[in-house]
């Protein structure tokens, strides 16, 4: 299994003895490819689960291990993209896009010649001598994007990316990750708690519950790509979904015999 995570929790201890379980035996197996998403209400530990897979934090029981490794640190295979874009604002879209490969210490013009590519990969190339605040927030999002891909990590992992954009802007960013992730083939964990988000890009959904954080399901979403926001297939993987947050009553059945 390419990410295995085992009967992982994280607790905080308080001083007057009191604790808080932010995630309580988790079990997850992930493959090399897969688009996972992780949804659910704020606070049941979706932030947590992905600080553990990128080496952020450490799990107080159980293990997150990638390729058989035990993950104690972060690494250059595991890039995590934030809902505030993270961008330098005093460095133009070029140079923000360089950044991850300076840390690799890869030479000068190479940086420029990869930067140019993926900043052109996320369709800005218009714009790669502009400052951040010159962008709309999701370009700013592209930038982000292009940056991570350029370091060419095996895994993504995203924290409700999409979160700050408004929802016309949102459902352009989300076919544009479903297009780099295609393209580039990473395996991507992408957190949101927008229901619809998940069921349009991920292979399998993971359903979190808080107090304490755990998995309470997986869902899988075995519709073809790219998928049809609008369809009936569409609404009845989003019922079933609704219906494991209690937000639904019945689901119907797969078939009438
Ligand atoms: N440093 C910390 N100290 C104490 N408790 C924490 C800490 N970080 C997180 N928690 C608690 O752990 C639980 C899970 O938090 P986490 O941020 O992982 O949830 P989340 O699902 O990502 O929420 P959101 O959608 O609001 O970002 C929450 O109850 C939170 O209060």
């Given at each position: 299994?390419?990410?295995?995570?085992?009967?992982?929790s994280r607790e905080y201890f308080?001083?007057?003895?009191?604790k808080t379980t932010a995630?309580?035996?988790?079990?997850?197996?992930?493959?090399?490819?897969?688009?996972?998403?992780?949804?659910?209400?704020?606070?049941?530990?979706?932030?947590?689960?992905?600080?553990?897979?990128?080496?952020?934090?450490?799990?107080t029981s159980?293990?997150?291990?990638?390729?058989?490794?035990?993950?104690?640190?972060?690494?250059?295979?595991?890039?995590?993209?934030?809902?505030?874009?993270?961008?330098?604002?005093?460095?133009?879209?070029?140079?923000?896009?360089?950044?991850?490969?300076?840390?690799?210490?890869?030479?000068?013009?190479?940086?420029?010649?990869?930067?140019?590519?993926?900043?052109?990969?996320?369709?800005?190339?218009?714009?790669?001598?502009?400052?951040?605040?010159?962008?709309?927030?999701?370009?700013?999002?592209?930038?982000?994007?292009?940056?991570?891909?350029?370091?060419?990590?095996?895994?993504?992992?995203?924290?409700?990316?999409?979160?700050?954009?408004?929802?016309?802007?949102?459902?352009?960013?989300?076919?544009?990750?479903?297009?780099?992730?295609?393209?580039?083939?990473?395996?991507?964990?992408?957190?949101?708690?927008?229901?619809?988000?998940?069921?349009?890009?991920?292979?399998?959904?993971?359903?979190?519950?808080?107090?304490?954080?755990?998995?309470?399901?997986?869902?899988?979403?075995?519709?073809?790509?790219?998928?049809?926001?609008?369809?009936?297939?569409?609404?009845?993987?989003?019922?079933?979904?609704?219906?494991?947050?209690?937000?639904?009553?019945?689901?119907?059945?797969?078939?009438?015999?």
């Amino acid at each position: 299994m390419f990410i295995s995570v085992s009967d992982a929790s994280r607790e905080y201890f308080f001083k007057d003895k009191g604790k808080t379980t932010a995630l309580h035996k988790v079990n997850l197996e992930i493959e090399k490819g897969e688009f996972i998403c992780l949804l659910g209400p704020s606070g049941c530990g979706k932030s947590t689960l992905l600080n553990l897979i990128a080496g952020f934090d450490k799990p107080t029981s159980g293990q997150v291990s990638i390729n058989g490794e035990v993950v104690l640190k972060p690494s250059e295979d595991r890039i995590t993209i934030f809902q505030n874009y993270g961008l330098l604002p005093w460095r133009n879209v070029l140079r923000n896009v360089e950044l991850g490969l300076e840390a690799k210490k890869i030479p000068k013009k190479e940086r420029r010649r990869i930067a140019e590519e993926y900043i052109e990969l996320v369709g800005l190339s218009a714009y790669k001598n502009h400052y951040p605040a010159q962008l709309s927030g999701g370009m700013q999002q592209r930038v982000a994007l292009a940056r991570a891909l350029a370091v060419d990590p095996d895994i993504l992992l995203m924290d409700e990316p999409f979160g700050a954009l408004d929802a016309m802007t949102r459902m352009s960013m989300q076919d544009e990750i479903e297009r780099l992730w295609q393209e580039k083939k990473k395996t991507i964990i992408f957190v949101t708690h927008d229901i619809e988000e998940a069921v349009f890009l991920a292979d399998w959904i993971v359903i979190m519950t808080p107090s304490p954080g755990r998995i309470k399901s997986i869902i899988k979403v075995p519709l073809a790509r790219k998928r049809d926001r609008t369809g009936v297939d569409f609404f009845k993987i989003r019922d079933k979904v609704f219906a494991e947050f209690g937000l639904k009553d019945t689901v119907e059945p797969d078939y009438y015999l």
